[in-house]
């Protein structure tokens, strides 16, 4: 399976450096973000989207100053820089944890699962557990809204669910 570095990942491929239209370039942009109260600094590695964004942001405060539309677009461009954050986070934990990045291995996963049975089991069958999910929770007030009990569920089958009922209606396959 090929893997790429976790560095690759965080890098944009057309990492831009000065939007001529703009005349804004790289050195030009804040060092920390610009959003209120935040001291964030710059990702290493600035994405397209949090470039432009940070040049839009530079040409309105050179040409109106600290006004609503910079404040608007510093409060956007400060969730840009917090994804991008995360994003590396995540992705350093998924290469500690040896999680697949950019590609799956598809026919692994049967295998990956077997070797996770016993932690599997002690979730799926823990009634406490189960009981406790909002998700099991909603299908028993929906079984018990289409007058069904898990038992007459479990052997019921498909044929007795019609489209209009609760239990159909809300679920969500796959």
């Not at 100053?65 to 991008?84: D, P």
Request: one cysteine or more.
């Amino acid at each position: 399976m090929f893997m790429h570095r976790m560095q690759d990942l965080t890098e944009e491929e057309d990492e831009e450096e000065e939007s001529p239209e703009s005349g804004i370039s790289r050195e030009d942009l804040p060092k920390l973000c610009p959003g209120i109260l935040c001291k964030d600094k710059l990702p290493s590695k600035v994405p397209n989207d949090l470039f432009a964004a940070l040049q839009r942001y530079v040409a309105i405060v050179r040409s109106h100053g600290r006004n609503v539309a910079a404040a608007q677009l510093a409060t956007q461009i400060c969730a840009m820089i917090r994804r991008e954050h995360l994003k590396v986070e995540h992705l350093k934990l998924a290469t500690k944890k040896g999680w697949p990045i950019t590609t799956v291995d598809f026919k692994g996963i049967p295998g990956r699962i077997v070797k996770l049975e016993d932690q599997l089991r002690s979730v799926v069958y823990n009634k406490s557990f189960c009981e406790r999910q909002s998700v099991w929770k909603s299908f028993e007030g929906d079984l018990a809204t289409d007058g069904l009990t898990l038992g007459t569920f479990a052997h019921a089958g498909n044929s007795n669910l019609s489209p209009g009922s609760a239990t159909f209606n809300n679920a969500r396959p796959g």
